[in-house]
Nanobody, 128 residues
Framework: QVQLVESGGGSVQAGESLRLSCTAS????????MGWFRQAPGKERETVAG???????KYANSMKGRVTISKDDDKHTVDLQMDSLKPEETGVYYC??????????????????????WGQGSRVTVTA
């Protein structure tokens, strides 16, 4: 029922910006908490940013100040704006939604175990 589709990935040079978008469908979006994650080649998937149903945000320390997560409830989209990208931030970027209990999600968190629904990912390559 829950469908998440990422878009906006591509290749950029170090120092440039990129904006990713995630479109959600098939569920009650207004009650969900969302996150963006990155899986670099040969590494474990890690959290980049999270946002809860009230718009409260949390970011990985490595990208704080260079990344912004936002959502548009009318369009059922969650965006990730990344600035001053670094080569080590190359990877496949995934959006994900937390599970809910009686319509409530856990809340803003970088803990990936709280996220139950995942998109297929969008590839981002940052070249030096």
């Amino acid at each position: 029922q829950v469908q998440l589709v990422e878009s906006g990935g591509g290749s950029v040079q170090a120092g440039e910006s990129l904006r990713l978008s995630c479109t959600a469908s098939g569920w009650s979006y207004s009650m969900k908490c969302m996150g963006w994650f990155r899986q670099a080649p040969g590494k474990e998937r890690e959290t980049v940013a999270g946002i809860d149903m009230l718009g409260t945000t949390k970011y990985a320390n490595s990208m704080k100040g260079r990344v912004t997560i936002s959502k548009d409830d009318d369009k059922h989209t969650v965006d990730l704006q990344m600035d001053s990208l670094k080569p080590e931030e190359t990877g496949v970027y995934y959006c994900a939604a937390q599970g809910t209990i009686r319509g409530h999600c856990y809340g803003v968190t970088l803990d990936r175990s709280k996220y139950k629904h995942w998109g297929q990912g969008s590839r981002v390559t940052v070249t030096a």
